[in-house]
């Protein structure tokens, strides 16, 4: 008969005594419990102890937390967090510099631990650590602990960062612009100072009158604090107020920048990025996968104003540039004397160059998005690349009517599409390390990305023989040309340019078809039954390989205030497929991780279902901090007995795929994702295939027929990795 559910079996430890196996009542009260363990080794006073766990983050236990605890855990008798925070306080006064260290490596260590920085802080500690780094007496280990204490008592979010005095942030902003600081300082002081210019608005005044950008980009030389400072950098960008990101440039041909903007660019920030970074001699890790692309979506965001500004019809100078995109078209004719004879000029020239309106182009320019955008991208391409503008209108103009590519249109409708393809005017998203190292290869990546694509667009346009009748078609095929284009991650645009070269019209057509007969192979009715006959046996197949990855095991992020300082976590199958083993790693490992490091397990038998997106516990909690839709695609939650829950944010759709299959094959339910029915698509198709050829060589005798023996099943491994 198996225990109550309310009963735990747990093992307690206490230095120099011999462990205590009980079974815990999680109805009796915490303290009855504590008291009852100091008890059995002669301990006196047991409200001046507490419960931690004796493996992993060895968190306190608390009334609120104790349902976490499994059959078979491994705790530990400690002092209480009050009596650990008023000892930790007095300590790291002390005179003793030793006592002090040890103090403050230990203090380090709890303030991570939600129940202990609770007392900690009641007990004014954060004034005592910010003091003692406004002090300036603190140095090497003993300042790297201080600032890692203080920074995760900050990040539980007890204490407003607005208190933050400004001798402490001139402190830690000093650690920053000092040449030679310890690589542990440098980082949480980094940090910190993201930290505050993300949580306050005052502070990133403060921050950004104390920190450059010139001061940061010289620590992207090393690699140890490269994430950190484009962290901050990305951090100083995100926060930058209105006022200092409207500011005009006065050459009409430069995008409206942001003063910080402004400022990397004179920095060649995207250089040293590249050089230091892209191209550097260590492999790119996720966290930092994730501030490229936030830095490239910040930097594509500069456009936004642009995009969403009409253009006037009435602004001379606006005007003028579209005058400076037709004297450079036609530069060779001579304008007429007349009024009438210089407008009827005017309006043909217009049309040459494919613009709808021909008395007045302005107003193709007032529809939003693209705006004047499009307008700054015809420009840089007639000023930049002229003799390519000229090829594109001039070949067009001279063709008949009916194919002629009308380049004015095609411009404005192509930024339109670029907009949509890099998500201009979006935020990140928290889960997404989707950068493209070629944008990082050019001061002007955008508009030469717009150059490319513009060309593109004319060749697909001849190639397809188009007519204006099917420009929205011809649309269609640039962006599914781009879209893979960029899907094989170009490393430059010369790059990019090649990945388009063999993407033509006609590869495009070839693809769409492999694909469409990989979905819907021959649909006459013998086929459709042998499909049908199949499928049973590759879902199996599927199946099983859904469970031999969930078996392998994944590494799974926790989402915290602070990326750089990841924390991760472990889980997988059992090789019998009846428990799930999971545990808290130090960092991110390389392989299969052993059993015997995954210290908590669920027993297959008590899983109850399989909750996702919005549905998962984690995601309903942490919707006040406005959860993006591309975490809730990745969340998930497996729902056990008695109510309790294991939850999951997978790194990829391809991981969350996977594990939310393996876990329905695991329960008996259907396996339900887009990669199942993609994977059963193709793999059918495979497997029809092979035998159809096997039927197609099979030689029939004029008579009498033979009853053709029935194909052996095809023993198919399929290969994911």
């Known amino acids: 008969m198996p225990p109550p559910a309310d009963i735990v079996k747990v093992a307690i430890e206490w230095p120099g005594a011999n462990a205590q196996l009980i079974e815990m009542d999680q109805k009796r009260p915490l303290s009855s419990i504590i008291r009852e363990v100091c008890d059995g080794w002669s301990l006196s006073g047991s409200e001046q102890f507490a419960l931690r766990y004796a493996d992993g983050p060895q968190l306190y236990i608390t009334e609120q937390s104790r349902g976490d605890i499994k059959n078979g855990t491994i705790l530990r008798l400690a002092i209480s967090p009050a009596r650990a925070a008023r000892q930790l306080l007095e300590r790291i006064q002390s005179h003793g510099i030793d006592a002090r260290l040890e103090a403050l490596k230990e203090l380090a260590k709890l303030s991570a631990d939600p129940t202990f920085a609770a007392e900690f802080i009641n007990m004014e500690g954060i004034g005592t650590l910010a003091r003692l780094v406004e002090s300036g007496t603190h140095f090497g280990e003993m300042l790297a602990f201080t600032l890692t204490a203080f920074l995760e008592l900050m990040d539980h979010g007890i204490v407003s960062w607005d208190l933050i005095s400004l001798s402490f942030i001139k402190q830690i902003a000093g650690y920053v612009n000092q040449p030679m600081v310890d690589v542990s300082i440098l980082q949480r002081s980094l940090a910190i100072l993201e930290s505050m210019v993300l949580?306050?608005?005052?502070?990133?005044?403060?921050?950004?009158?104390?920190?450059?950008?010139?001061?940061?980009?010289?620590?992207?030389?090393?690699?140890?604090?490269?994430?950190?400072?484009?962290?901050?950098?990305?951090?100083?960008?995100?926060?930058?107020?209105?006022?200092?990101?409207?500011?005009?440039?006065?050459?009409?041909?430069e995008q409206h920048l942001t003063e910080m903007a402004s400022t990397l660019a004179q920095k060649h920030l995207?250089?040293?990025?590249?050089?230091?970074?892209?191209?550097?001699?260590?492999?790119?890790?996720?966290?930092?996968?994730?501030?490229?692309?936030?830095?490239?979506?910040?930097?594509?965001?500069?456009?936004?104003?642009?995009?969403?500004?009409?253009?006037?019809?009435?602004?001379?100078?606006?005007?003028?540039?579209?005058?400076?995109?037709?004297?450079?078209?036609?530069?060779?004719?001579?304008?007429?004397?007349?009024?009438?004879?210089?407008?009827?000029?005017?309006?043909?020239?217009?049309?040459?160059?494919g613009f709808t309106n021909h008395l007045n182009p302005a107003m193709d320019f007032t529809q939003t998005p693209p705006g004047m955008l499009a307008l700054d991208n015809m420009l840089y391409l007639a000023r930049v690349h002229q003799d390519t503008y000229i090829r594109i209108v001039?070949?067009?103009?001279?063709?008949?009517?009916?194919?002629?590519?009308?380049?004015?249109?095609?411009?404005?409708?192509?930024?339109?599409?670029?907009?949509?393809?890099?998500?201009?005017?979006?935020?990140?998203?928290?889960?997404?390390?989707?950068?493209?190292?070629?944008?990082?290869?050019?001061?002007?990546?955008?508009?030469?990305?717009?150059?490319v694509c513009i060309q593109l667009l004319n060749k697909t346009w001849k190639e397809m023989r188009a007519t204006a009748e099917d420009f929205n078609k011809v649309m269609q095929v640039v962006r599914e040309q781009i879209t893979r284009a960029l899907a094989m991650k170009p490393s430059s645009i010369d790059?990019?340019?090649?990945?388009?070269?063999?993407?033509?019209?006609?590869?495009?057509?070839?693809?769409?078809?492999?694909?469409?007969?990989?979905?819907?192979?021959?649909?006459?009715?013998?086929?459709?039954?042998?499909?049908?006959?199949?499928?049973?046996?590759?879902?199996?197949?599927?199946?099983?390989?859904?469970?031999?990855?969930?078996?392998?095991?994944?590494?799974?992020?926790?989402?915290?205030?602070?990326?750089?300082?990841?924390?991760?976590?472990?889980?997988?199958?059992?090789?019998?497929?009846?428990?799930?083993?999971?545990?808290?790693?130090?960092?991110?490992?390389?392989?299969?991780?052993?059993?015997?490091?995954?210290?908590?397990?669920?027993?297959?038998?008590?899983?109850?279902?399989?909750?996702?997106?919005?549905?998962?516990?984690?995601?309903?909690?942490?919707?006040?901090?406005?959860?993006?839709?591309?975490?809730?695609?990745?969340?998930?939650?497996?729902?056990?007995?008695?109510?309790?829950?294991?939850?999951?944010?997978?790194?990829?759709?391809y991981e969350y795929c996977i594990w939310t299959d393996g876990l329905c094959a695991l329960l008996g339910r259907e396996m339900g994702s887009d990669l199942t029915r993609s994977d059963l698509d193709t793999l059918i198709s495979m497997e029809m295939k092979l035998r159809l050829l096997d039927l197609e060589n099979i030689t029939i005798p004029e008579a009498p027929p033979p009853v053709p023996k029935e194909p052996s099943s095809y023993n198919f491994t399929y290969n994911y990795s």
């Open 199 to 253: 949580n306050s608005h005052s502070l990133y005044h403060r921050v950004a009158q104390e920190i450059t950008v010139g001061q940061l980009i010289g620590h992207l030389s090393n690699q140890e604090i490269q994430t950190y400072a484009i962290a901050l950098i990305n951090a100083l960008f995100l926060k930058a107020p209105e006022d200092r990101r409207q500011e005009e440039c006065t050459n009409p041909l």
């Open 270 to 353: 995207r250089s040293i990025i590249l050089n230091h970074v892209i191209r550097g001699n260590r492999p790119i890790k996720a966290e930092m996968a994730h501030q490229l692309y936030v830095l490239q979506v910040l930097t594509f965001n500069l456009l936004e104003e642009r995009m969403m500004t009409k253009m006037d019809p009435n602004d001379q100078a606006q005007r003028d540039i579209i005058f400076e995109l037709r004297r450079i078209a036609f530069d060779g004719d001579t304008d007429p004397t007349g009024t009438e004879k210089r407008k009827a000029m005017y309006t043909k020239d217009y049309k040459m160059l």
């Open 394 to 451: 001039l070949e067009n103009s001279s063709r008949e009517d009916k194919h002629e590519c009308p380049f004015g249109r095609c411009a404005i409708e192509l930024t339109r599409m670029l907009c949509e393809i890099l998500q201009v005017g979006e935020l990140p998203n928290e889960g997404c390390n989707d950068y493209h190292p070629m944008f990082f290869t050019h001061d002007r990546a955008w508009e030469e990305f717009f150059c």
């Open 495 to 653: 790059q990019l340019k090649n990945k388009l070269r063999g993407l033509s019209y006609s590869e495009i057509l070839r693809l769409r078809q492999s694909e469409r007969m990989s979905q819907d192979d021959f649909q006459s009715p013998p086929i459709i039954e042998l499909r049908e006959r199949i499928q049973p046996e590759i879902l199996e197949l599927i199946k099983q390989q859904r469970l031999n990855r969930l078996c392998e095991g994944s590494c799974f992020r926790k989402l915290g205030n602070r990326r750089r300082q990841e924390k991760f976590w472990f889980c997988r199958l059992s090789l019998n497929h009846k428990v799930l083993h999971y545990g808290d790693l130090e960092e991110s490992p390389q392989g299969e991780v052993p059993f015997e490091l995954l210290s908590d397990k669920i027993p297959v038998s008590d899983i109850k279902s399989v909750l996702t997106g919005k549905d998962c516990p984690h995601m309903k909690e942490k919707s006040a901090l406005k959860q993006n839709k591309e975490v809730l695609e990745l969340a998930f939650s497996v729902l056990y007995d008695p109510d309790e829950t294991l939850n999951f944010v997978a790194p990829n759709k």
